[in-house]
């Protein structure tokens, strides 16, 4: 089974403050993708990666940035947190069918 | 633009009866693969059934099959003898290019036993 792993479920952070949000898959897949999950908004792709080192941007990349320096691994950065960055955000792997994490629930005070 | 549409944010079935989740969506894909996704309550996002675009047979899964129509591009779920875990978020998700997805903004499924 493909497995996606999200470095916290919960976290708390402050306005202002930088974030990392970690995702590492075990199937070799070459795309990652990270999306953030909103009531009645449904998921919206923040960015995706389909190579180590590439990145694409998705439909809200603003106030993100993301990296991913080897395969396993995509990292989302909140470079100055905002109240209106508190969401699920939920990583994922394709080569294929996409899965997820289990995600991480960020609240912003 | 990529598009798509789930137009019933809450549905209900009774136990063991039969539901139709619908989904419409827009692509300027030609050849690709479609999704349904089922979110249970503060649980992940798992992957319910797929459906590849080029094959006019419709995907079946157990009690889970679609009626995809690709002139129309529908891509409906049914749901045969609902179950009490089968309570859950679902999203539709055509693709967005390639190898990425749109999600729907998802219909919430009451079992009701």
């Known amino acids: 089974d493909v497995k996606v792993t999200q470095s916290s479920r919960y976290l708390v952070k402050r306005t202002g403050e930088k974030v990392f949000l970690e995702c590492v898959q075990d199937?070799?897949?070459?795309?990652m993708f990270w999306y953030r999950q909103d009531p009645g908004l449904g998921l919206r792709l923040i960015y995706f990666s389909y190579d180590v080192k590439m990145k694409e941007k998705g439909d809200i990349p603003e106030g993100y940035s993301v990296s991913r320096e080897k395969k396993e691994r995509f990292s989302l950065i909140l470079e100055s947190a905002s109240t209106n960055q508190t969401s699920m955000y939920l990583c994922?792997?394709?080569?294929?069918?996409?899965?997820f994490g289990p995600g991480t629930r960020l609240t912003v005070t | 633009a990529q598009t798509v549409t789930q137009s019933q944010p809450e549905m209900s079935v009774q136990e063991a009866e039969t539901v139709t989740l619908s989904c419409t969506y827009d692509t300027s894909e030609s050849d690709y693969y479609l999704f349904w996704y089922k979110q249970p309550p503060s649980r992940q996002m798992i992957l319910v059934i797929r459906q590849e675009a080029y094959k006019q047979q419709n995907a079946t899964e157990n009690r889970f099959s679609v009626n995809f129509q690709k002139a129309a591009k529908s891509f409906s779920l049914k749901i045969s003898d609902s179950q009490l875990g089968d309570a859950a978020m679902y999203f539709c998700a055509p693709p967005s290019g390639t190898y990425k997805y749109i999600f729907g903004t998802g219909t919430r499924l009451k079992v009701l036993a």
């Open positions: 199937m070799d897949h070459e795309n």
């Open positions: 994922a792997s394709s080569q294929g069918p996409i899965y």
